[in-house]
């Protein structure tokens, strides 16, 4: 696998290390998210229930943070603010398991080529972004929080190998820029829930002040990524 950078050696005792703090990770993030959402069907009752586990898998696969706008629809279980917490723990799953079977995942006939594209995509967007390499940590957390090609938890590791990063910090690093990614995205869908009725009542006003707000937030990431391919 090429990498923007040399990578540390590690020797086997380390590695050992690392696996065994994956394996914990991945055996409590199932654990603690099979006690969470056990006690939420159990108190809430939720009508269209197997809906969740298809956004559930959205989350994991292509649409990723996106699917929290679903939790507007009537029909979802969920609500966005539910959607993005479990965005967490999803990705981190994903990431675990990628740092665990990377190996053998990237050998099957379908994934394997899926893998090494997003890999590809991963590495142009760190060729772009110098300063996303030497951040490291932040730098990885940093690509799955902004909206570029390639990111998600499946290109955050990618990205945290690239930049020298051990396989569990590169996994704490996706999920502090899903967290915040999907903070925002929540923030989002949530100020469109209670706005619904102005929509109603005054599109053009509301139009309006969307136009404003996009406005802010372009400029605001153009001036971040301008200062992020600076070498």
């Known amino acids: 696998m090429n990498s923007s950078q040399e990578l540390p050696h590690q020797t086997e005792a380390e590695r050992r290390r690392e696996t065994l703090a ?13 006690i969470v959402l056990g ?12 809906w969740l586990w298809v956004q559930i898998g959205g989350i994991a696969s292509v649409p990723g943070k996106y699917v929290i706008f679903s939790g507007l629809a009537p029909r979802s279980p969920m609500d966005p603010t539910g959607l993005a917490a479990l965005c967490v723990p999803v990705d981190a799953f994903v990431a675990c398991c990628l740092a665990l079977f990377l190996g053998p995942l990237q050998r099957l006939p379908w994934i394997g080529p899926w893998l090494q594209g997003i890999h590809l995509r991963a590495h142009s967007v760190l060729m772009e972004y110098p300063r996303l390499r030497r951040m490291a940590f932040v730098g990885v ?3 799955v929080f902004l909206p570029l090609p390639g990111t998600g938890a499946v290109g955050g590791m990618f990205a945290g190998q690239m930049v020298g990063l051990s396989r569990p910090m590169s996994v704490l690093a996706i999920a502090i820029g899903t967290a915040l990614i999907a903070a925002l995205f ?3 869908a949530s100020t469109l829930g209670a706005e619904g009725q102005r929509i109603l009542e005054s599109p053009g006003f509301y139009a309006g002040s969307l136009l404003v707000f996009a406005g802010f937030a372009w400029v605001g990431y153009r001036v ?3 200062k ?3 070498p």
């Open 141 to 143: 957390a940093l690509f």
């Open 228 to 230: 992020l391919r600076q």
């Open 224 to 226: 971040a990524i301008r």
């Open 39 to 50: 006690w939420w069907i159990e108190h809430t009752r939720p009508e269209n229930l197997g």
């Open 22 to 34: 994956l394996w914990i990770a991945l055996g409590s993030i199932l654990a603690g998210t099979g």
């Open 186 to 188: 929540a923030g989002l």
